[in-house]
């Protein structure tokens, strides 16, 4: 395709998504619902084709030099198909938030005036390898009656493709505006471009992947985008701490899953605690199997601690490694995490009330945390019972971002002919 | 200076609005209230070092030859200054927001998890001509515990300058930093730009002015900006609607002050209404000095009504002009106004509540209103008490802005030692 053709491709796209979006200021949740269930009928009765488009995906990535890690990711077993059921079934029983009245106030000229839970309109979703995105993504955008656009990765295409064709057809079912879901019909990545310069039929673009990936949305974006770039997560354990807390929160945060955004990344020791709790929480960690590059300080409690460098209080490892960090009481620990956090969660182990309440008001990060492990940073140990990605941003959303994170609102103004003196 | 020590001088200075934003999270609203109050009794005090300063800007303003309308904005009148002094005070008595505590939960683990309102951090405003923007904008954003960096026109910068010393006068009287409020210390548009580039320190960038400066503050900004370019307001009136309500909010959208965004710009006339009728509204109109750009269904009303071009239906007038369209049923309405219109303001007028219903449901705009005039979108209208901006995005904050839209919010997790199974 020429650069001009994608160009009218993708125009031509985000309008129908546009028309799509108003079509559904007029649907029902209820309608929504059926449409997401019906999908999950759709996945079962379909899964021998899809698994069969998926091969296609899959043999192009064995002839790319795929690694065995990423050929897994991208495969549609039956498991993963169960757990898009799963994910499916779950979102059409949230409560929804789109026409939720708030703010309401009746003025002296008797104009009744109050906020409504509306959708954004047309988000567009870029992330990477797994095609569940596709399905988890577009269910959350639809539950808050907006409109999706999905690009997902080139090497899952075909499955992408499938999964995107099914969603049509369940909102066809229901009378809902098959394009309502739609995914880019081209793997050129000049779609991409196009995509973020649609500022006319756009409202959001929520990019899900590396930071290589963000920083190019970012870059290229005239539409607002939603985003983190990493997780530098700091826990603090404080000479108030109970060690039995820091130690099980500390070696929690880091090994339970060391790959994810909301990991422990640097932990901060206070000077003030005993050589001996410093040491034990130090071996815990070693004893899980943590590499750890550590200040002047920390390498004194064991000798097979690596020196830190700068850069180390800068790295996301998604790995099990661990940047550790003495510091002279919680003041200092505040510094490092002003200068080196990410923005995404920090956590206090204490057993100081004072400490504690100082520490959750003067760390300025989209979550902050009391005696608990940053593991919990996620949309559904929150409650929300989904998540479509976690917000660093301090704008609109903050944090793991669920169904009333992609709703807006407009205000209703009611009168019986006011005008104003 | 050099292109090369202006963008020293605002990496400076945004970086010391940061640590300022930084030490405010520690402080109570109380404190900046009594900042407020001061301030009021600086301006009383300082009125004549004021007026003075203020005259090297009339000066500079007469001498480049200034229009005695831009003369006239640009002045501290005695009633400039009093209206100065009562915003302030009318600022702190309002309700603040940081702090407020919503959305809370108690998981099945015991974890608390709460949202908190938070202050933003450091926000930018550019705006234009009158220096009272210097001391309201700044008043909001201390409401609200931000920062602010100010920007406004050259033609103001003594009289700015001036403004901004007395409030960093004020704050530095409380104990609060000084560096709370400041002002860039050039008239060099190259600072606006390397301002808009510092997206480490600086949070929000706030325009307000012209559509012209606006345009260039979003093109510039590697910062997420709020504003709205302009307001192009429609009113429908439909064939239920009562002729005595239809003719006061017509002639009050458009003429009680005419030169503002919430005034309406488009009116449209069910063709259901009787031909009587529609000529009723448009003679109200002209009597009240307006003058009518119609489609043919219009001009058979009066002869004085000349046609309207593709361009008058998307034409912010800003003045005593109006354009007229007719339209078959709400539906057409609807879909001239999803065309046209700026997502500012729209009302309809209508007795049959499911045509209202269906209005605001179905109109896309950051206030809708039923039975009302445009006029009363504004924050003070509202019951905000203060108006920062007018939104027409639909990211974060929507239609008019007060204290709360410059706050964000952060998630809190309260624990007991729990860890991720």
């Known amino acids: 395709m020429t650069e001009h053709s994608i160009g009218e491709l993708i125009k031509e796209l985000t309008k129908s998504s546009k028309d799509a979006s108003r079509l559904l200021l007029n649907e029902s949740e209820e309608r929504i619902n059926s449409a997401l269930i019906n999908m999950s009928e759709l996945l079962l009765q379909q899964k021998e084709w899809l698994q069969n488009e998926n091969k296609k995906d899959l043999k192009a990535g064995e002839e790319n030099g795929l690694s065995g890690a990423m050929l897994d990711r991208l495969t549609l077993f039956d498991k993963t198909i169960n757990s898009m059921i799963t994910g499916l079934k779950e979102v059409a029983e949230l409560k929804g938030s789109v026409g939720q009245i708030y703010d309401e106030r009746t003025r002296p000229n008797g104009l009744r005036i109050y906020k409504t839970r509306v959708p954004i309109g047309v988000i567009g979703i870029i992330y990477e390898s797994r095609p569940n995105v596709t399905v988890d ?35 066809e079912n229901q009378g809902l505006p098959a394009k309502s879901v739609q995914l880019i019909p081209t793997i050129d990545r000049a779609a991409i471009e196009h995509l973020l310069r649609s500022e006319d039929d756009v409202d959001l673009i929520i990019p899900r992947g590396g930071e290589g990936l963000i920083r190019m949305v ?5 539409i607002p985008v939603i985003k983190h770039y990493k997780g530098i997560c700091h826990v603090y354990i404080s000479a108030n701490a109970e060690m039995e807390k820091a130690l ?17 990344e640097t932990l901060i020791l206070d000077s003030n605690l005993s050589q001996e709790n410093r040491k034990q929480i130090i071996t815990a960690l070693l004893e899980n199997g943590v590499t750890i590059m550590g200040d002047a300080d920390t390498q004194a409690l064991n000798s097979s601690i690596k020196p830190a460098s700068e850069q180390d209080w800068e790295e996301e490892y998604l790995d099990l490694r661990l940047a550790v960090k003495t510091v002279n009481g919680m003041d200092e620990a505040i510094r490092h995490i002003s200068r080196y956090s990410s923005h995404h969660t920090e956590s206090i182990v204490t057993e100081s009330a004072e400490e504690a309440t100082e520490f959750l008001k003067l760390v300025d990060s989209s979550s902050v945390m009391h005696n608990a492990s940053t593991r919990f940073a996620d949309g559904g140990e929150y409650g929300m019972g989904c998540e479509i990605g976690i917000s660093t941003d301090k704008l609109h959303s903050r944090g793991p971002m669920g169904v009333e994170d992609l709703t807006t609102y407009k205000w209703i103004v009611k009168g019986e002919g006011q005008i104003r003196e």
Request: glycine content about 6%; overall charge positive.
């Open 218 to 222: 970012v870059k290229n974006s005239h």
């Open 137 to 171: 993504a577009a269910a959350i955008c639809l539950k808050s009656m907006n409109a999706v656009i999905l690009r997902g990765g080139s090497e899952a295409f075909h499955s992408n493709t499938a999964l995107a064709a099914l969603f049509s057809k369940a909102l």
């Open 248 to 264: 099980r929160i500390a070696v929690n945060s880091k090994v339970q899953r060391p790959g994810v955004c909301n990991a422990m």
